[in-house]
């Protein structure tokens, strides 16, 4: 999102892409830097204070200088290899409901703090729609490594219709919705390509 841009660091509290406070609760929020903004780039001190911005910044992952969304989408898959992966279907399911009910608060929160509706740091919206990802494909590494690729390629270039949800569809609901038609997408595609793979 932010690649060509130039970085600063962000302070804890938080600041508008031209540098002023955070904007007040509710307030409009720019998609994305102008072409002349100067990023945030939010740290582990930005980080540490408050919850919201731990599972926003999808625990540390989204705060890679480069490709955080492919960093959080990786760190969403060893997670699950870690933990959900043992789980019964109705525990991956919760678990997945669970990142969905706070997702939209935690990610609306820190893109009030950061000043920039979906700001490339902010990766639960990845974590939690690559889960359903993996929680659908066959548990193989040939599949989910396919799963992994669709999805960041209909992540990164957004066709109809995660392009328009990424567009229109405001505040933390719209930062998560874009990714989770990409994985809704990933697995209609891997479905239709099944017989030949």
């Known amino acids: 999102?932010?690649?060509?841009?130039?970085?600063?660091?962000?302070?804890?509290?938080?600041?508008?892409?031209?540098?002023?406070?955070?904007?007040?609760?509710?307030?409009?929020?720019?998609?994305?830097p102008a072409p002349s903004a100067v990023v945030p780039r939010p740290g582990f001190a930005f980080m540490r204070p408050r919850l919201a911005r731990w599972i926003a910044l999808g625990f540390g992952s989204g705060l890679s200088p480069r490709a955080p969304g492919t960093v959080g989408t990786l760190w969403a898959w060893v997670a699950w290899l870690a933990l959900p992966a043992h789980w019964p279907a109705p525990a991956q399911a919760a678990l997945i409901a669970l990142g969905l009910a706070i997702g939209p608060w935690a990610c609306a929160?820190?893109?009030?703090?950061?000043?920039?509706?979906?700001?490339?740091?902010?990766?639960?919206?990845?974590?939690?729609?690559?889960?359903?990802?993996?929680?659908?494909?066959?548990?193989?590494?040939?599949?989910?490594?396919?799963?992994?690729?669709?999805?960041?390629?209909?992540?990164?270039?957004?066709?109809?219709?995660?392009?328009?949800?990424?567009?229109?569809?405001?505040?933390?609901?719209?930062?998560?919705?874009?990714?989770?038609?990409?994985?809704?997408?990933?697995?209609f595609l891997l479905a239709l390509a099944r017989p030949w793979l």
């Open 1 to 32: 999102m932010s690649g060509d841009l130039p970085l600063r660091d962000l302070p804890p509290g938080g600041v508008t892409p031209a540098g002023g406070a955070a904007p007040p609760e509710g307030g409009a929020l720019p998609h994305g």
């Open 109 to 187: 929160r820190t893109a009030h703090d950061l000043g920039v509706k979906d700001h490339g740091a902010i990766v639960w919206d990845e974590i939690v729609a690559f889960w359903i990802v993996l929680m659908v494909l066959p548990a193989t590494i040939g599949w989910q490594l396919a799963g992994f690729a669709l999805f960041r390629l209909l992540d990164a270039t957004k066709p109809p219709p995660i392009g328009w949800a990424d567009r229109r569809v405001p505040g933390g609901l719209g930062v998560m919705l874009d990714d989770l038609l990409a994985a809704f997408l990933t697995l």
